[in-house]
């Protein structure tokens, strides 16, 4: 027989603290106050000894009796080990083995897509896709984390829940300069976010469609409210979703990308941010959900600006647009999947500091860090720049000119010949690093590099770089290849001439070696130029006391 557990708690801490059991049933927990449903959730609840907690913030309700009932449970001590106490989860926080050391990730649950990247008031918001309560997907809500230089972020908890019109899809995050809402009521402007409402995809939301929602914030992007006129934006079409808002200055009115369907896309117009219209349908072949509208300075010409329509999987359009239609000029599919990459769902900081005209583009690694409590990270940030080539307008994507300060020592080794069958070998033992090379090509067809035992393949004859199942092509200058790589416990990021190719890896499976290595076969080659930085990590100051952040807005 299957039936519901409930137990009561009076609330005097700031968080409930759940045990998780990788492999356990999944239980639908819903957790009421004053008479009515504030959270809902799924969770491999572990009876007996946990793999790890996860926690739920309540300081909404401190002072109050919370319900709590597992749907399905049949027995009634499922919830004792359930508790009170503050957010420190863990010990060994942020020191776990396979913990990223200078990207991004979760303290806790899953995670996938960036939301809501906004500068404000000196701090960069991230916003993500998050399931706090497992490490898989499921219980879409938007995670938080600040930072005031892009790399060492603190993270804020949950900034948008599930509710009764769905899970809490993508979306972005905007500044409202020009108070459009009429919301403004100080000196800083009112933060506004764009997000889809998954119907459906929750008992709460059944038999709801998939609709575009607003949220805003009048403390820069600390707390939202979510907007009580939602949805924003009807259904137009099955389950679309993804909203990216900008500003088009030229055109005086706020341009809404969305995606509708397959490899279907639509550009939306509104002047108040309530009323939507269609301007444009587009399409990006191979591709599809969420899309990215931006512009890159063409060879870094201020006069040559052009405008990129960006998708999901890396693929993107580039042309002009004059806030009523997009005219393609060139474009590039990638061709990858995020069954085949390592690098899904980019998107780009609204804006930057004053004088900041860079376009910084963040990603989820869709990576797996198995047997861990947390799964998954973000890409490092990077710049992108727009370049002509003998293809056409290409984006080329770097790492942020901020990675420096992370720098602690700098080696360099003298150029030296890469005979056939003769490797050169470095010693080598450092975890974290960033690496630089360029290699003359020589006569041979192929050279191999062993980063700790990582291996990293160049075929000449193909003109293509491989590692990890990923292949890209990478065309020699005057018979050469730079490379550059960015090695953190559980990812690598490979960049390829400068950003003409950038190719994220998992890294987990490595066979660990203390010896970076160069081999060349069926000819010689020569290494130029290698220098390697050691990289400090990030998580070396933990984040501010969960106990003195601002309490959520949303309920």
């Known amino acids: 027989m299957r039936y519901a557990v409930t137990k009561t708690v009076f609330i005097q801490s700031d968080t409930l603290r759940f045990p998780v059991k990788n492999g356990a049933p999944s239980r639908l927990l819903q957790c009421s106050a004053d008479g009515g ?23 909404p309700y401190r002072g109050k009796y919370l319900e709590i009932t597992v749907d399905g449970a049949e027995d009634d001590d499922i919830l004792n080990g359930m508790e009170q106490g503050d957010d420190r989860i863990a010990d060994d926080l942020y020191q776990e083995e396979l913990r990223p050391q200078f990207h991004f990730s979760a303290k806790r649950g899953w995670i996938n897509d960036p939301n809501g990247l906004v500068f404000c008031h000196k701090e960069y918001h991230l916003f993500f896709q998050h399931n706090p309560y497992g490490t898989k997907w499921g219980n879409m809500h938007w995670g938080h984390a600040v930072s005031e230089d892009l790399l060492h972020w603190t993270e804020l908890g949950e900034a948008l829940y599930p509710d009764e019109l769905g899970t809490m899809f993508s979306g972005c995050g905007i500044l409202d300069a020009n108070d459009t809402m009429g919301l403004k009521c100080d000196p800083q402007d009112p933060v506004l976010f764009f997000y889809t409402c998954a119907g459906n995809t929750s008992r709460q939301s059944r038999g709801q469609k998939f609709t575009q929602c607003m949220a805003y914030s ?16 009807p259904n ?57 509208i931006f512009e890159l ?3 870094g010409d201020p006069k040559k600006k052009k405008w990129v329509l960006w998708s999901a999987n890396g693929s993107y359009l580039v042309g002009d647009f004059d806030g009523f239609h997009f005219t393609g000029e060139d474009r590039v599919i990638t061709g990858r999947t995020i ?36 799964n998954g990270c973000m890409t490092f940030p990077c710049e992108l720049t727009l370049r002509t080539t003998e293809k056409g307008m290409r984006i080329y994507t770097n790492p942020i000119r901020e990675i420096e300060k992370l720098r602690d020592r ?52 193909e003109q293509t770089l491989s590692c990890k199942g990923q292949s890209a ?25 400068n950003g003409a190719v950038y190719m994220p890896v998992e890294a987990i499976n490595r066979q660990w070696t203390k010896t970076i290595r160069f081999l060349s076969e069926n000819g010689d080659a020569r290494l130029d130029r290698l220098d390697i930085s050691v990289i400090k990590p990030i998580w070396t100051e933990m984040p501010v006391s969960f106990a003195c952040l601002p309490a959520n807005g949303d309920t």
């Not at 609840?45 to 739920?56: E, I, N, S, W, Y």
């Not at 009048?218 to 934006?233: E, S, V």
């Not at 004053?354 to 047997?371: E, L, V």
């Not at 041979?444 to 075929?459: D, P, Q, R, S």
């Open 339 to 374: 069954q085949s990459g390592y690098s899904y769902a980019a998107q780009t900081w609204y804006n930057g500091p004053d004088a900041d005209n860079r376009i910084i583009q963040i990603a989820w690694a869709t990576i797996t860090t198995p047997d861990m409590p947390f």
């Open 297 to 299: 300075a063409l060879d």
């Open 37 to 59: 449903p504030v959270r809902e959730f799924e969770m491999e609840l572990a009876q007996g000894k946990p793999d790890f907690r996860v926690f739920m913030d309540v300081r």
């Open 410 to 461: 700098t080696f360099s080794w003298e150029p030296g010949s890469i005979r056939q069958g003769n490797a050169i070998d470095f010693e080598w033992d450092h975890e974290l690093y960033d690496l630089s090379c360029e290699l003359d090509l020589g006569s041979a067809e192929k050279i191999l590099i062993g980063l700790n035992g990582l291996e990293l393949v160049y075929h000449a004859s």
């Open 473 to 497: 092509v990478l065309k020699p200058e005057n018979g050469k290849i730079r490379l550059r790589i960015l090695m953190d416990r559980a990812i690598a990021e490979i960049y390829g001439n």
């Open 218 to 233: 009048k403390d820069c992007g600390r707390t939202l409210t979510k907007y009580p006129g939602n949805p924003a934006l």
């Open 236 to 292: 137009i079409k099955n389950d679309n979703r993804d909203p990216k808002v900008i500003w088009h200055e030229k055109s005086r009115q706020w341009i809404m990308a969305l995606y509708i369907d397959k490899d279907e896309f639509a550009l939306l117009s509104s002047r108040d941010l309530k009323s939507w219209s269609k301007l444009q349908d587009y399409r990006i072949p191979g591709t599809g959900e969420c899309p990215d």
